[in-house]
């Protein structure tokens, strides 16, 4: 029973490294703009404020844009744009492109007519995931952050310092009961 509980805790382990470790990786994927971006998809939390700018989406929601450099005219997009300085995200669909070798130039029509950079546009393609924003802006936060990444870490630490003190003083134990059987061993030569 022992050796299957240790095996169990072993497994416990594992899976809160990788779970720290994925924890970890979303609060170190921040772009420019202050959003958790994993290659060439960016995660946004819909909030009070966003949720004004995009169709479709409600407060904690969570928004996964893909990165998209064939936007056409017609196409929706989504786009970086600066609201107290932070920067917040908006769509609108695209009523002219203008593009170089090296960047593109979107005028959107948003409240009278707009042009967007390519470099502060997320993209076209879209998911959206209704009530997992608010588990991301928990993650994101420092209480978050605290509970759900260095508890579960200083957990398996804690018990990796028990299990230290535990094997010394076992082996503690066993050279003191091994002495006096040498001793009367060589009691006995003599």
Same mark, same amino acid.
């Given at each position: 029973?022992?050796?299957?509980l240790?095996?169990?805790?072993s497994v416990?382990?594992?899976?809160?490294?990788?779970?720290?470790?994925?924890?970890?990786?979303?609060?170190?994927?921040?772009?420019k703009?202050g959003?958790?971006q994993?290659?060439n998809?960016?995660?946004?939390?819909?909030?009070?404020?966003?949720?004004?700018?995009?169709d479709?989406?409600?407060?904690?929601d969570?928004?996964?844009?893909?990165?998209?450099?064939?936007?056409?005219?017609?196409? =929706? %997009?989504?786009? +970086?744009?600066?609201?107290?300085e932070?920067? *917040?995200v908006?769509?609108?669909p @695209?009523?002219n492109? #203008?593009?170089?070798?090296?960047?593109s130039?979107?005028?959107?029509e948003?409240?009278?007519?707009?042009?967007?950079?390519?470099?502060?546009v997320?993209?076209?393609?879209?998911a959206i995931?209704?009530?997992?924003?608010?588990?991301?802006?928990?993650?994101e936060?420092?209480?978050?952050?605290?509970?759900?990444?260095?508890?579960?870490?200083? =957990? %398996?630490?804690? +018990?990796?310092?028990y299990e230290?003190?535990? *094997?010394?003083?076992?082996?503690? @134990?066993?050279?003191? #009961?091994?002495k006096?059987?040498e001793?009367?061993?060589?009691?006995?030569?003599?």
């Amino acid at each position: 029973m022992k050796k299957f509980l240790h095996f169990m805790w072993s497994v416990l382990e594992f899976i809160i490294i990788v779970y720290v470790i994925l924890m970890t990786s979303i609060l170190l994927s921040k772009n420019k703009y202050g959003y958790t971006q994993f290659g060439n998809y960016t995660l946004c939390k819909i909030d009070l404020i966003t949720e004004r700018g995009i169709d479709g989406v409600e407060v904690g929601d969570l928004l996964i844009v893909k990165n998209s450099n064939k936007i056409q005219k017609g196409d =929706v %997009i989504y786009y +970086y744009v600066v609201y107290n300085e932070s920067y *917040i995200v908006q769509s609108a669909p @695209v009523t002219n492109v #203008e593009s170089d070798k090296y960047s593109s130039v979107y005028t959107i029509e948003n409240d009278g007519a707009l042009t967007i950079a390519s470099s502060r546009v997320l993209g076209k393609d879209k998911a959206i995931y209704h009530h997992l924003g608010g588990i991301l802006n928990v993650i994101e936060s420092k209480l978050g952050f605290l509970f759900l990444v260095l508890l579960p870490i200083l =957990v %398996i630490f804690i +018990y990796q310092i028990y299990e230290l003190f535990m *094997i010394f003083k076992f082996e503690q @134990v066993d050279e003191s #009961e091994e002495k006096p059987e040498e001793q009367k061993e060589t009691e006995k030569s003599e």
